[in-house]
Nanobody
Framework: QVQLVESGGGWVQPGGSLRLSCVVSPNILGFNVIGWYRQALGKQRQLVALRPRVGSRIYADSVKGRFTISVDIAKNTMYLQMNNMEPEDTATYYC??????????WGQGTQVTVAS
């Protein structure tokens, strides 16, 4: 069964950094696209970063230059490195994996709060 388990959320001050992790089971190579989304309170879920199997990584304009998506294939884990964080980055973050049939799988979500 496909399972995505996130970790790494928490509280950080503006300008600080956090790294989110998402372990993908059974095999991260089994997916065409992996990525991160976020949902702030009262708002719709939005794309943060995508890493397609083929092609360039895609980032939301609001995080370009600050966030980086990466993968450790040996660990079946994807990461979201978040630097120079802003209060507007406060949200629940979800990892996502899409297979060749476009079936979507989601993690359970991890809360990130950016505040003084």
């Amino acid at each position: 069964q496909v399972q995505l388990v996130e970790s790494g959320g928490g509280w950080v001050q503006p300008g600080g950094s956090l790294r989110l992790s998402c372990v993908v089971s059974p095999n991260i190579l089994g997916f065409n696209v992996i990525g991160w989304y976020r949902q702030a309170l009262g708002k719709q879920r939005q794309l943060v970063a995508l890493r397609p199997r083929v092609g360039s990584r895609i980032y939301a304009d609001s995080v370009k230059g600050r966030f980086t998506i990466s993968v450790d294939i040996a660990k079946n884990t994807m990461y979201l490195q978040m630097n120079n964080m802003e209060p507007e980055d406060t949200a629940t973050y979800y990892c996502n994996a899409e297979d060749i049939s476009r079936r979507q799988s989601w993690g359970q979500g991890t809360q990130v709060t950016v505040a003084s």
